[in-house]
């Protein structure tokens, strides 16, 4: 799969149905499971960009969909996830993972379509580059960040309370959700999480807001 994806529809659009990759007969069980689980806790999504591949390339996935939450009056953050990512193993991971990145912003669709693409390229990285993302990974320079223009790098947070959602299992195949954090170059060189939330604590960061 390249590394710079073009959307299959140009657009964002707003859904009146199952995204094509979990319509389609060809999604597998465990991806129609993930967007299941998905439209349990969230409901429909308000929007979505699907992403296809039209090479098909072994172990790897070839299409992904972003799938869009708003911001609404009783939820103050906008919410993105990829769909697709976990069609197939990382290398060297014993789990699959979705990304979520959640915004305390309003989008349009320029935006909607910005954190898309950054999104769908950032969840082939690992497939591209031989890897995996876990949990407190970071990864410097993943692209241009939209509405981060002060961050330099990601890490991947699991849930932020006990009672959070970061996991789902289907047919003992674990699918961890990774949230995307974007971070500054100096957060980025400080190496113990406990010193990083540390940090977080003593500057009253919100790490939804766009900074």
């Known amino acids: 799969m390249r590394s710079d994806l073009g959307p299959s529809n140009g657009t964002a659009r ?3 149905a199952l995204p094509p990759l979990v319509a389609s ?64 193993p990382m290398p060297g991971a014993g789990h699959r993972a979705e990304l979520h990145f ?35 990974h970071k ?14 790098a990601v890490l991947f947070h699991p849930r932020f309370a006990k009672t959070g959602w970061d996991m789902i299992k289907f047919n003992s195949v674990p699918v961890k959700i990774l949230n995307v954090i974007p971070i ?4 980025y060189g400080i190496d113990h999480v406990s010193d990083l939330i540390e940090h977080w604590r003593r500057i009253d960061v919100d790490l939804f807001a766009p900074r």
Not at 109 to 127: C, D, Q, T, W
Not at 184 to 187: K, L, N
């Open 14 to 16: 707003r859904l009146m």
């Open 25 to 88: 007969m060809a999604a597998s069980p465990l991806i129609r499971q993930v967007y299941r689980e998905h439209l349990e806790r969230f409901g429909e999504p308000d929007d979505a960009v699907t992403y296809d591949d039209n090479e098909q390339s072994y172990g790897q996935p070839t299409r992904i969909s972003i799938v869009v939450w708003r911001r609404c009056a009783e939820v103050d953050v906008t919410t993105f996830s990829t769909i697709g990512m976990a069609a197939f």
């Open 102 to 136: 959640t915004i305390r912003s309003d989008v349009d669709r320029a935006i909607v379509g910005a954190v898309s693409k950054f999104l769908a390229n950032l969840a082939i990285h690992p497939f591209l580059n031989d890897t995996f993302f876990d949990w407190w």
């Open 139 to 152: 990864l410097h320079y993943p692209g241009q960040i939209p509405l981060f223009r002060g961050a330099t």
């Open 184 to 187: 500054t170059a100096d957060e």
